[in-house]
């Protein structure tokens, strides 16, 4: 089936009490072997292109070989821009045919997050794709220890509804605890925090800063309203390790490498798949 916006397979999610993952992609061993995972466990999800890969000048190939993946897909896909830094970033994408955008102003002051926000969603919405918004500001693993264990950038409940009303946002990405790549010590995730901001707003809440939480944290994160969780790190950390080690091996060769990244990737999807509630839900 072609590209679609996730939006309806999230509400569902919430409302059902599951999650669906966002797994970024960087190439075509990884993009395959999502499709692939996501045909055996039978389950819908998002394939995302960091913003930063835009300005690459196979941007528009890339977009369209994940395009032509999902006309055989069987399970929904959404294409979705992932951390856009602006109203340009978020355009580019929707102009390579990405189902759903997240604009990222976390690191700005509110108004302004607000006025960026809502005019990436009139644009979005035009069309009919769903944008995702950052309040609060996940942060980096490396400095876990002096910005999210310090509780530093979590995001504010006073401010959700406000900042859900005025942009008209479908998606809100939330600062509860983790963050984005490897963690230095280990994630401390504020669920009554995230109850609270649960409580305030009725839109699906998503979960950066996946990689290094356990199975459990996660299961908790989904029961207190998380509907969406981002997993990049731990594919590719894993997959890079699997392959240093094939590479120790004396009759190894070129084309053997491509199907041990595939397999890496299908298992690490379909794990998070389990682990969140997606599998059979497409």
Not at 40 to 56: F, S, V
Not at 95 to 107: A, E, I, P, R
Not at 214 to 240: E, H, M, P, W, Y
């Amino acid at each position: 089936m072609p590209l679609v916006s996730i939006l309806p397979q999230l509400k569902r999610a919430q409302q059902c009490h599951y999650a669906l993952p966002l797994f970024d992609t960087v190439d075509m061993y990884s993009t395959d072997a999502m499709f692939a995972a996501l045909e055996e466990k039978k389950a819908p999800a998002m394939i995302a292109i960091y913003a930063g890969a835009l300005d690459r000048p196979n941007a528009r190939a890339f977009a369209a070989y994940i395009r032509a993946r999902a006309e055989e897909a069987t399970v929904p896909v959404s294409l979705m821009l992932d951390h856009g830094g602006s109203f340009e970033h978020c355009m580019q994408a929707i102009s390579l045919g990405f189902t759903d955008v997240m604009y990222d102003g976390s690191k700005l002051p509110f108004a302004e997050n607000v006025a960026n926000t809502r005019a990436v969603v009139r644009a979005a919405h035009a069309i009919g794709l769903a944008v995702e918004a950052e309040l609060g500001h996940v942060g980096f693993g490396s400095e876990y220890q002096e910005f999210g264990a310090q509780r530093k950038g979590f995001t504010n409940p006073d401010d959700v509804e406000r900042f859900v009303a005025e942009t008209g946002v479908d998606i809100l990405a939330v600062a509860i605890g983790t963050a984005h790549g490897l963690y230095a010590g280990e994630p401390q995730l504020d669920l009554d925090l995230l109850r609270e901001i649960r409580a305030r707003v009725d839109i699906p809440l998503s979960l950066h800063g996946g990689s290094g939480c356990s199975d459990q944290q996660f299961r908790d994160a989904i029961t207190a309203g998380i509907a969406k969780v981002n997993v990049a790190t731990d594919l590719f950390v894993t997959t890079a390790r699997r392959l240093t080690e094939a590479a120790r091996a004396e009759d190894m060769h070129y084309f053997a490498f491509g199907k041990i990244a595939v397999d890496s990737f299908i298992e690490r999807c379909g794990h998070y798949l389990d682990v969140f509630g997606a599998t059979g839900n497409g």
